[in-house]
């Protein structure tokens, strides 16, 4: 079925559509170009290095997830984890966590079923790491509340709880499934037993291969070096935000740049075109600006913030697909399969 057909696509374009009419609008655009001219740019080059030393980290977290299915080593991991994103940049709904899915099972010839139970685990592990990045700064700095800014501040503090109580939901029901495996199996086979056998026993062998994923949540060493390397794959990416704040002239402490990646990583979550186009801008400019960043500053600084965390991935990922001699359709009719895209 054609991309243009599903409701999804139409949803996320139109919610682009919106946050960036929320953005651009009353712009001071002299102000925005003056401002992309007379930044500084030197500073991308710390920037994107340790952006990119994140994605290593992601991999090598990935590894210690992978123990309980098979060995595998992170620069074999790798290549298939930057498909991934390169694909969550083109294509709606995070496809490429099926994407990542689907390149490591098929290579290592495993169940891909229960690699994307590890893709679940990474996201939980993020979103907790964000959460408690943005927490910690909200315990020791208050935001500033203003009549002007008071509806963005609500919706900051809203989007902080909301995604709180959802990862650490998230985690105790995968340790309470870990936990009691063998009743989560056997109520599991109660109510497949009812459906057809033809759908019943899929899912049997799925959750089968998803607890295989999960089970590493029993190994508190494995799951505390993935806890560890998520927080600092996350401190390089605000790193990297606060290299770029640098660049446009902005010298201001570093919990600014941890709040501010935060915040977007967090209001990207909600559907948008590919590439969160929109979202990613209204969450950063409206974070800056709450810090004294006038919009015609902060607008250009998070365009740029944006290129740099979207392009570089992207164009890397191409690279691996024609390294790997892998098809494109072949990935993107898998991955419209499995994210019913």
């Not at 991309?3 to 374009?13: D, E, T």
């Amino acid at each position: 079925m054609s991309l243009l057909k599903k409701k999804r696509f139409w949803i996320g374009i139109f919610m682009t559509g919106l946050f960036l009419y929320l953005v651009f609008r009353q712009v001071d655009v002299f102000g925005l170009k003056t401002a992309l001219v007379h930044a500084d740019y030197r500073w991308l080059v710390p920037a994107l290095i340790v952006y990119l030393l994140g994605y290593v980290l992601r991999a090598i977290r990935w590894q210690y997830l992978m123990h309980t299915i098979k060995r595998i080593s992170w620069q074999q991991l790798f290549p298939p984890l930057i498909l991934g994103f390169m694909f969550n940049n083109v294509f709606p709904a995070r496809a490429g966590e099926f994407v990542r899915a689907y390149v490591v099972g098929k290579r290592e010839n495993i169940s891909k079923s229960a690699v994307f139970a590890t893709v679940i685990m990474q996201r939980a592990y993020d979103g907790l790491v964000m959460v408690l990045f943005a927490g910690v700064v909200l315990y020791f700095y208050h935001l500033p509340e203003t009549q002007g800014n008071a509806e963005f501040v609500q919706m900051i503090n809203l989007i902080v709880n909301l995604t709180t109580l959802l990862f650490v939901a998230m985690f105790i029901i995968l340790f309470a499934i870990i936990t009691w495996k063998k009743l989560a199996t056997t109520v599991l086979g109660k109510l497949t037993r009812m459906l057809p056998e033809k759908i019943g026993r899929p899912v049997d062998k799925i959750f089968g291969s998803l607890l295989d994923g999960f089970s590493v949540l029993k190994s508190k060493r494995n799951s505390m070096l993935a806890f560890t390397f998520s927080v600092l794959a996350w401190s390089g990416e605000s790193a990297a935000y606060y290299f770029v704040l640098r660049a446009f002239g902005l010298e201001l402490p570093a919990y600014v740049a941890i709040m501010l990646m935060a915040v977007v990583n967090l209001g990207i979550m909600i559907p948008s075109s590919p590439g969160y186009i929109g979202p990613f801008e209204f969450f950063g400019v409206g974070t800056l600006m709450l810090f004294g960043i006038v919009k015609s500053t902060a607008l250009p600084c998070i365009l740029v913030i944006h290129t740099l965390v979207w392009l570089p991935i992207t164009l890397w990922g191409f690279y691996y697909m024609w390294t790997m001699k892998l098809s494109f359709r072949e990935m993107e009719a898998k991955a419209q399969e499995s994210a019913g895209i």
